[in-house]
């Protein structure tokens, strides 16, 4: 029998590739819609690589994050 199956075709079907952070990155406009600054955001302190789907995930869960802003002294009516 002749196998002439790339490596890709070879591959487990149920798993997807997998990047570095960097590479992401690179296209994260193309493949996320988001900005770099955006990107950084939600993937800040993360290391290895992951899947388009892991980030895409990050991303949307770090996007709906409530954000806590600090009481200044002007709005507890300090001087």
């Known amino acids: 029998m002749n196998d002439n199956k790339t490596n890709a075709e070879k591959t ?41 789907e892991d980030i895409k995930e990050k991303i949307d869960k770090w996007q709906k994050k409530k954000i806590k802003f600090k009481e200044s002294k002007e709005q507890k009516g300090g001087k």
Do not use: Q, W
């Open 12 to 52: 487990n079907p149920a798993e997807k590739p997998k990047f570095p952070l960097d590479r992401l990155r690179r296209d994260c406009l193309k493949l996320f819609g988001v900005t770099t600054s955006t990107f950084d955001g939600a993937t800040f302190k993360l290391n290895g690589n992951f899947t388009v």
